[in-house]
T-cell receptor
Framework: AQSVTQLGSHVSVSEGALVLLRCNYSSSVPPYLFWYVQYPNQGLQLLLKYTSAATLVKGINGFEAEFKKSETSFHLTKPSAHMSDAAEYFCAVSLGFQKLVFGTGTRLLVSP | GAGVSQSPSNKVTEKGKDVELRCDPISGHTALYWYRQSLGQGLEFLIYFQGNSAPDKSGLPSDRFSAERTGGSVSTLTIQRTQQEDSAVYLC?????????????FGPGTRLTVL
C-alpha cells in the first residue's frame, strides 16, 4: 500500500537558518506528492505538489521540494526560516485514488 | 472567493448523543472529502463524494458514522451514539474535479469533544 514517512516529529531551527523537513514515500507506481502546512487552529493549506511535470517544485512562502525517485524522497526545504513558518507540516501521497494518505506530520519550531 | 466552510467550529457533546457536522465546499467543486485528525491516529481519510454519490466509504470507522451530500454541494457527517474515541478534529476538503493530482482545499475543521 502507498504511504509516506516523515522523519522527525519536531524540527527546531533558528530564524534565518535552513529548513529541511524529510518525507519518504513508498509506491509501486509514480506518485503524486503534496506538502501541506497547518497553522494553529486552522485547516490545511497547500504549499506545493509534485505531479511529474518537474522534479524541483517551487511553492508558496519560499518553500520548495525535490522529487528524487532513486531515493523515494520528497523533502521540503526553505533557505531561510522566518518566525511565521512555525507550524505543522504534512507530506501526503495520492495514487489515482480520490483520497490523500498523510504522513504523521512534523512540527517546525523557529527560535529568534 | 469564499473557501471551504465548516460548522460548528467547536462541538461538545455527551457520550451517546448524536452529532451532525456540516461542510460547505467551494462553489463549483464536484469532489468533497472528509478526514479526521486525532492525536493518536494522525490524519485519516473517512469518505469521498463525487457529486452526490460516495464511491469510497472505506475510511468510515464504524456504522455509527454516515455522511450525505445534497445538490452536489453541502455535506453532512453524522455520528450516532458518540463515544469518547470519536473526539477529534473533523476536516472537510473539496476539489474542482476528481483527479489524483488535484489540489484539495481544506476547511478550518470542527473540533468535536465527547465527554
Amino acid at each position: 500500500a502507498q504511504s509516506v514517512t516523515q522523519l522527525g516529529s519536531h524540527v527546531s531551527v533558528s530564524e534565518g537558518a535552513l529548513v529541511l523537513l524529510r518525507c519518504n514515500y513508498s509506491s509501486s507506481v509514480p506518485p503524486y506528492l503534496f506538502w501541506y502546512v497547518q497553522y494553529p487552529n486552522q485547516g490545511l493549506q497547500l504549499l506545493l505538489k509534485y505531479t511529474s511535470a518537474a522534479t524541483l517544485v517551487k511553492g508558496i512562502n519560499g518553500f520548495e521540494a525535490e522529487f528524487k525517485k532513486s531515493e523515494t524522497s520528497f523533502h521540503l526545504t526553505k533557505p531561510s526560516a522566518h518566525m511565521s513558518d512555525a507550524a505543522e507540516y504534512f507530506c501526503a501521497v495520492s495514487l489515482g485514488f480520490q483520497k490523500l494518505v498523510f504522513g504523521t506530520g512534523t512540527r517546525l519550531l523557529v527560535s529568534p | 472567493g469564499a473557501g471551504v466552510s465548516q460548522s460548528p467550529s467547536n462541538k461538545v457533546t455527551e457520550k451517546g448523543k448524536d452529532v451532525e457536522l456540516r461542510c460547505d465546499p467551494i462553489s463549483g467543486h464536484t469532489a468533497l472529502y472528509w478526514y479526521r485528525q486525532s492525536l493518536g491516529q494522525g490524519l485519516e481519510f473517512l469518505i469521498y463524494f463525487q457529486g452526490n454519490s460516495a464511491p469510497d466509504k472505506s475510511g468510515l470507522p464504524s456504522d455509527r458514522f454516515s455522511a450525505e451530500r445534497t445538490g452536489g454541494s453541502v455535506s453532512t457527517l453524522t455520528i450516532q451514539r458518540t463515544q469518547q474515541e470519536d473526539s477529534a478534529v473533523y476536516l472537510c476538503a473539496s476539489s474542482p474535479i476528481e483527479g489524483a493530482a488535484d489540489t484539495q482545499y481544506f476547511g478550518p475543521g470542527t473540533r468535536l469533544t465527547v465527554l
